[in-house]
């Protein structure tokens, strides 16, 4: 594995730093925009499943457009459309720019997303292919942890959400820059019919000009798959449609075992169970972006050796274990799970959103204020008056906060330390069993199952079921644990991680070792 093709999988993979870096910033945003833009559950759900809707869409074409233009014009194209998006986040402050920016930034990484596997995964020799193809996934909680530590120090600035937004334009723009310095595919260029510019482009990647058997050996497999059409995908000729399944089949567990509502809603959930300030609730997230990192390191440098299979199967079985215990654990804090959002409103909301000024007094008589006031006054303890008090100030102490904030407060004063500690534990396992298994290991899976002449538009399809899982659960995650608990939730995640587990030792193939060619040719037969 020479030089170059390591420099050029690390440039590629930028696009996952970014991609992670998306994800992950919102979760620290909202603490703040939603009290600047006065967002209620439901437009902070639609805020997070903007990004989603787009990547949603941009996936149902995203795999045309890649087989069509190349690989890593896709990548420089979504580099440059994420930074115009973010640059419109920080200089248009409204609800619907929040929507359109967050739109347009979900059509570029998921269009990045596909475009980097394929790129990563036909530009490495078979020996190294799993370890270069993770480092996409390794780069993506990268990005993740990077975003949750831009929350964290950006929690209590002025404005911060800007500063969480613009610090990435710089490293879109670079990536731009660079990738226009790399060479496309060879197995785009064949494709093509451009096999003497495949024949340099190979030479460069492996460093010497005895590349003539692979080359042919590449046209060859490709010659012989170029022959498959978009419906072929969805027939039983040489097994697509099972490879399908099984690419759509590990798309939905990554999704429907919960993740991504621990990416987007970490603050949130965490400050439930007693991280009381933004402060603390994003440094308990930044701590899952570390776990995330460290755990993505070794299923990065050892999957040539183990086996994705193997990995999938440890990481799902964990992931079943922990959350049960975390959902063992909600059962017994004493907290309101079901009001999630509102605590997360209460919590940070403004002076100006306080009882005191709420429109709804402003047209009563003086002398409905005056009962309510009185009332108020009662069950009020006041302290006892040691010198003159001016009225202004006996008005202020006889109305007092609001009593759902008192409330809420209280509650998460109630939570015991151990319990914080334990749940969070709990959820940093959770995270590591993630990051070796189903997070890295599906999309290494899906880049070596398709044959390379539509390989583009099979990741379109399986792609669609990632991102379009990914808005459903996320878009009804707080309506959803208002509805039923945050416990419960929990559990049913349990429930379809020992499915997965189930699924993966049961259908998914053992790549470990082979070619590409190798596995389009065992996977036919």
């Not at 570029?108 to 292919?129: D, N, Q, W």
Request: hydrophobic letters at 50%; one cysteine or more.
């Amino acid at each position: 594995c020479g030089l170059f093709i390591v420099l050029s999988s690390v440039i590629a993979a930028i696009s996952g730093l970014l991609v992670g870096y998306e994800l992950g910033i919102i979760s620290g945003a909202l603490l703040q925009l939603h009290s600047l833009l006065h967002l209620n559950c439901q437009q902070q759900e639609l805020v997070v499943s903007a990004l989603l809707i787009g990547a949603l869409l941009a996936s149902l074409v995203g795999g045309f457009l890649i087989d069509y233009y190349g690989r890593r014009i896709a990548i420089m194209m979504t580099s440059c459309l994420l930074g115009l998006a973010n640059l419109l986040l920080i200089t248009v402050v409204s609800y619907g720019s929040l929507i359109a920016g967050r739109l347009i930034i979900g059509i570029s990484i998921s269009l990045s997303a596909i475009a980097t596997c394929v790129y990563i995964a036909e530009i490495a020799p078979h020996h190294r292919r799993g370890m270069l193809v993770s480092l996409n996934e390794l780069m993506i909680v990268v990005g993740i942890l990077l975003a949750y530590i831009s929350n964290f120090l950006f929690a209590t600035v002025s404005s911060g959400w800007q500063y969480m937004f613009g610090l990435i334009i710089p490293l879109a723009a670079l990536q731009a820059f660079a990738m226009y310095f790399l060479p496309p595919s060879p197995r785009f260029l064949i494709m093509k019919g451009h096999d003497e510019a495949a024949g340099k482009v190979l030479q460069k990647l492996k460093g010497t000009s005895q590349t003539n058997e692979e080359l042919t050996a590449i046209k060859s497999s490709i010659k012989a798959e170029y022959q498959y059409s978009f419906w072929d995908l969805f027939c039983s000729r040489d097994n697509m449609r099972a490879r399908l399944l099984i690419g759509v089949a590990l798309s939905f567990f990554v999704q429907i075992t919960g993740q991504p509502n621990i990416l987007f809603y970490a603050s949130t959930v965490l400050k439930s169970v007693g991280y009381q300030s933004d402060e603390a609730a994003s440094l308990a997230s930044t701590g899952i972006g570390v776990v995330k990192v460290v755990s993505t390191i070794p299923a990065t440098f050892f999957v040539d050796k183990i086996g994705s299979k193997t990995f999938l199967c440890i990481g799902s079985a964990v992931m079943a274990t922990s959350l049960v215990t975390m959902g063992i654990i909600s059962l017994n804090i004493d907290i309101n799970y079901n009001n999630i959002c509102k605590t997360s409103s209460y919590l940070n909301q403004s002076f100006e959103d306080s009882h005191f000024y709420k429109s709804d007094l402003i047209t009563k008589n003086n002398e409905t204020l005056q009962k309510e006031f009185s009332e108020s006054s009662t069950r009020t303890s006041l302290p006892p008056s040691s010198g003159n008090v001016t009225e202004m100030d006996q008005w202020t102490i006889q109305t007092g906060p609001d009593p759902s904030e008192e409330a809420v407060t209280a509650q998460a004063h109630s939570v015991p330390v151990f319990m914080k500690w334990l749940y969070l534990g709990s959820l940093l396992i959770y995270v590591a069993a993630f990051s070796i298994g189903l997070g890295p290991m599906a999309w290494l899976v899906q880049s070596e199952i398709f044959p390379a002449g539509i390989k583009g538009r099979a990741f379109a399809i399986t792609s669609s079921m990632n991102w379009g899982m990914n808005l459903l659960i996320s878009l009804t995650f707080l309506t959803l644990t208002e509805t039923i608990g945050l416990p419960w939730m929990i559990f049913s995640y349990a429930v379809m991680s020992l499915i997965s587990l189930a699924f993966v030792i049961m259908f998914v193939p053992n790549t470990k070792g082979r070619s590409l060619e190798e596995i389009s040719m065992e996977l036919a037969n």
